[in-house]
């Protein structure tokens, strides 16, 4: 089956910093792949997809490219601010399968 | 997109005990999700639920200790029977955006603490 590996956190910044989150999944065929981000005592929210290579997805100030020759789709964002601080999760899902492979987590934490 | 809720939005409970959690969308959808996400864990898919038959469950979740209930296309229960302080977790309920769509919709979870 699917798996993903994000790096551990927590990553901390101050505000206005760039910020990459690393992601690599193991797939069979081609993924669809996501970033989720959970706000503290909220639910997940999707926050960007891509479902082939060279797609990118952006949302809110963040991209993330699908990479089919390394298998990565890491998150970016150009300058991040307080309010970006929460646990983002990167997420495949393959072979029709409705139901995504998530990665750990990966908390963030932007200071003032 | 839908909107989903849950109750309770936390909880305390004794050993021993079960709580039920409810989870209402406010569309019709065929499939439900339920996971557990325990403290800085990743989301663990416990059962898919469909309106009108037997909930689904992943290896290591069992019915007698996770009974859920979907009467129907907008609302299901998951129970915590018998509860022990490994079972205090975040309990989620999702499910897809739409047909042929693999992304989710969650709800803002259930946070459980046993004692």
């Known amino acids: 089956g699917d798996s993903v590996t994000q790096m551990e956190g927590p990553v901390t910044l101050s505000e206005e910093a760039f910020l990459t989150i690393n992601c690599t999944y193991t797939?069979?065929?081609?993924?669809?792949l996501f970033w989720y981000v959970q706000y503290p005592g909220e639910g997940l929210q999707l926050l960007l997809k891509?479902?082939?290579?060279?797609d990118k997805g952006s949302n809110k100030g963040f991209e993330a490219t699908y990479r089919k020759e390394t298998t990565s789709f890491h998150l970016e964002k150009g300058s991040v601010q307080v309010s970006d601080s929460a646990v983002y999760f990167c997420?495949?899902?393959?072979?029709?399968?409705?139901?995504?492979?998530f990665g750990r987590g990966t908390s963030l934490i932007v200071h003032p | 997109s839908a909107v989903i809720s849950q109750k309770p939005s936390r909880d305390i409970c004794q050993r021993g005990t079960s709580l039920t959690i409810q989870c209402q969308v406010d569309s019709q959808v065929t499939m439900m999700f339920w996971y557990r996400q325990q403290p800085g864990q990743s989301l663990t898919l416990i059962a898919t639920?469909?309106?009108?038959?037997?909930?689904?469950?992943e290896s290591g979740f069992v019915i007698d200790k996770f009974p859920i209930s979907r009467p129907n296309l907008t609302f299901s229960t998951l129970t915590v029977s018998n509860m022990s302080p490994e079972d205090s977790s975040i309990y989620l309920c999702?499910?897809?955006?739409?047909?042929?769509?693999?992304?989710?919709?969650f709800g803002p979870g259930t946070r459980l603490t046993v004692t």
């Open positions: 797939a069979t065929g081609y993924p669809s």
């Open positions: 999702s499910v897809n955006a739409g047909t042929g769509l693999n992304e989710q919709y």
């Open positions: 997420a495949s899902s393959s072979g029709g399968s409705y139901i995504p492979t």
């Open positions: 891509a479902t082939k290579a060279d």
């Open positions: 639920a469909n309106q009108g038959s037997e909930a689904t469950y």
